[in-house]
């Protein structure tokens, strides 16, 4: 079976200011682990004929892949990160003092919680079904570039985590997880580069 790869886009203008969403490009940090994850496949991928980048549509994880040429790209407006709506761009701090009832109701059902004019964890799991139908009908493997909400979600289904938990999974940045499926259910490995 074909692993898949999963990894956050490298640190950016936004993670370092903390902001909800956006769209900002890689910090100097972020540049080098677009780099590093490059070296990464490139030795982990050696003897592979095919492989395939699968990234959102968002700058920062486009920048991302930047160095990892040797595979087809693909971009998936399904793997960009949950919408906030009306918070996109806020820092979680102003969103708990201008908006306290929203910061309220989130953390209180984090899974089903939906920004206004944005979307909830459950939206977003529901948008990944394409995602994950084309994933199963690999036959090489996938490398995937997306953001933490994303992620969550699509280890979650291949770990087989209950939907309550997918919400909060760690999936840590400048690292990637390598998911395989295996006789005796998911195998993992995480190679943390940075
Ligand atoms: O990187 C940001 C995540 O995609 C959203 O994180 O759902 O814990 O606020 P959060």
């Known amino acids: 079976p074909r692993p898949i790869f999963l990894t956050r886009p490298g640190e950016s203008l936004g993670s370092v200011l903390n ?32 492989a395939s980048v699968w990234m959102s549509t968002l700058q920062r994880t486009i920048a991302t892949v930047q160095h990892l040429t040797q595979f087809p790209k693909v971009q998936w407006r399904a793997l960009d990160d949950i919408s906030a709506g009306i918070c996109d761009g806020m820092t979680y701090d102003e969103i708990k003092s201008k908006m306290p009832e929203e910061y309220k109701a989130r953390s209180l059902d984090k899974l089903r919680y939906r920004y206004p004019r944005g979307e909830s964890y459950l939206d977003v799991i529901q948008r990944l079904e394409p995602v994950i139908i084309e994933l199963e009908r690999q036959h090489s493997p996938v490398i995937i570039v997306a953001h933490q909400a994303v992620l969550r979600s699509l280890y979650g289904y291949f770990a087989d985590k209950p939907l309550e938990q997918i919400p909060y999974i760690e999936i840590p940045m400048h690292t990637v997880i390598e ?10 490995k995480r190679y943390k580069l940075l």
């Open 179 to 188: 998911v395989q499926m295996g006789v005796a259910g998911v195998e993992e």
């Open 19 to 50: 902001l909800v969403g956006g769209d900002k490009n890689l910090s100097a940090t972020g540049e080098i682990y677009s780099k590093l994850l490059a070296d990464f496949v490139n030795e982990r991928l050696k003897t592979e004929h095919t």
